[in-house]
């Protein structure tokens, strides 16, 4: 009898790439670079190298110039590598060059930018019909403008008027067809969106609560703990992308709490439009709990990323507790001053509360939902304000 040999996938590979400019220093680049890494990880890809030049804006045709491509591409080739992801979006014009340059008949590397691996992750992570429809949306409205890449080998017949070659019907016939699916898509999201405002006002007069806040910030988990629920969480981002909402009583106080799918730097303006709907739970919200990973070195630039959706969202003026999250794995800067005091390095709960951090414009509170620290002050910070 024969043996049958299960062989395990290769584990696809990808480089990233990103521009330096005046508005981008190294630092910011490398910051971005990291959270392209971390979403690449996220799609189950492993990164081999980062690419970076500096440029005063992206090169209109590669993004980024000639010897740096060649570069990449000498990488990419010598290395076996599946994709080129770069940080930032690609106009169609450069998604084409750059395709040309990097594929041949012996080598099909995948060329990315951060929308097109965002709105991939997405489309893996959608779990009900409502988050399907609209990453599909997404996805088409991302393509749309894109699909003369598809045909480039017949580019060659196009003509002038009356000379109009079977490669351009092609794409008129593909565009007319991507037209409708968006079309089609857009009135289910309109049924979809009416069901959910339907069950929003069947809610009764309970407060709400939402928690938002970066991706990957640990909401999905405090859902879990305050609500004894089973929100779907995991060490990746974007884990949540629908809405979860449970009915709560806190000291004889009912309420509402709804999970909300995590926000992130240079979020694709079509998953942003395709998910307002998803958003209309922070909209309609009473109170909001903003989490953050204080574990995460770059959580100032993450609260204020969530803080400016708030304000496009216009939802920035509503009763807002900040609460730092993950304080059991919080490493502070040595270099702080207030931190110069060698007590101070443990950072306790107490010593936390002496921070700058606490001094913010709003309620500050400090826990770890994983190791369940310092939950009592939040709870009573929900009860207090949802009882009146």
Known sequence: MAKLIVTAKRQETCVLVGIIT???????????????AFLAETAHALTLKRFSQSLPHPDSRTFVGSGKIEEIKTFVFENDVDMVIFDDELAPSQLRNLEQIFNNEDKKVK???????????????????????????AQYQYLLPRLTKMWSHLERQKGGIGMRGPGEQEIETDRRIVRDRIAFLKKELEVID???????????????????GYTNVGKSTLMNVLSKSDVFAENKLFATLDTTVRKMVLDNQPFLLSDTVGFIRKLPHDLIESFKSTLDEVRESDLLI??????????????????????????????????????DAYHPDPEEEILADEHLRKHTLATLKRTWMNHAQTDVIFISAQKKQNLEELRAWIVRHVSY
Do not use: C, W
């Open 194 to 212: 009416r069901q959910k405002r339907t069950q929003r006002g069947n809610r009764g007069g309970l407060k709400r609560v939402a928690l938002v």
């Open 22 to 36: 005046q508005q981008q220093s190294r630092a910011l680049l490398e910051e971005y670079l990291d959270e392209l």
């Open 111 to 137: 060329i990315l930018d951060r929308n097109n691996l965002i709105l991939d992750i997405f489309a893996n992570r959608a779990r009900t019909a409502h988050a399907k429809v609209q990453v599909e949306l």
């Open 290 to 327: 903003h989490v953050v990973d204080l574990s995460h070195p770059q959580f100032e630039d993450h609260i204020k990323v969530v803080n400016d959706t708030l304000k496009d969202i216009e939802s920035g003026h509503k009763k807002t507790l900040l609460l730092f999250n993950k304080i």
